[in-house]
């Protein structure tokens, strides 16, 4: 009995380690950015600015409020909780100085969005990445 729980155990943990977001920020496979740095990932999702530095418009796209990547990117890249960033977009937003991220309603409408939109920037779990999307920015493991 104690060599099926414990057996029960390893294959449970197994599967939580799996299941853990990974954000990576992407691009559709079309654009001609090959790359973002981390502030330039903060500056565009945080509304500081709207220009890739390819000179296109930055189209900033966040996963849906309940997505646990959306939780997890947002820790990565500026240490802070999805409190904590709704309420700095509530007091830009009331400011009138700049606009949030686009919210897809899916991780699928994040990619079709990105998809759509030239200077598209998302971030999504690794394991969406296919051909059709490009990483620009990937968080040390």
Same mark, same amino acid.
């Given at each position: 009995m104690k060599a099926l729980l414990f057996t029960l155990f390893l294959v449970l943990s197994g599967l939580g380690s799996t299941a853990r977001a990974e954000p990576v920020v992407v691009? @559709? %496979? %079309?654009s001609s950015l090959r790359q973002l @740095?981390?502030?330039? +990932? +903060? &500056? *565009? #999702?945080?509304?500081? $600015?709207?220009?890739l530095p390819n000179g296109d418009t930055a189209l900033p796209i966040d996963q849906p409020e309940s997505s646990? +990547?959306?939780a997890d #990117? $947002?820790?990565?890249l500026? &240490?802070?909780d999805l &409190?904590?960033? &709704? %309420? $700095?977009?509530s007091r830009l *937003? #009331? @400011?009138g100085r700049t606009s949030p991220p686009l919210q897809a309603s899916s991780s699928a409408d994040v990619i079709v969005w990105l998809l759509g939109q030239p200077g598209g920037v998302a971030y999504v779990d690794r394991t969406q990445v296919d051909k059709r999307l490009r990483i620009v920015m990937e968080f040390p493991r």
């Open positions: 691009v @559709s %496979a %079309a @740095s981390q502030d330039e +990932v +903060v &500056n *565009i #999702f945080l509304g500081r $600015y709207r220009r646990p +990547v959306r #990117f $947002y820790r990565r500026v &240490n802070k &409190n904590e960033i &709704n %309420a $700095y977009w *937003i #009331f @400011s």
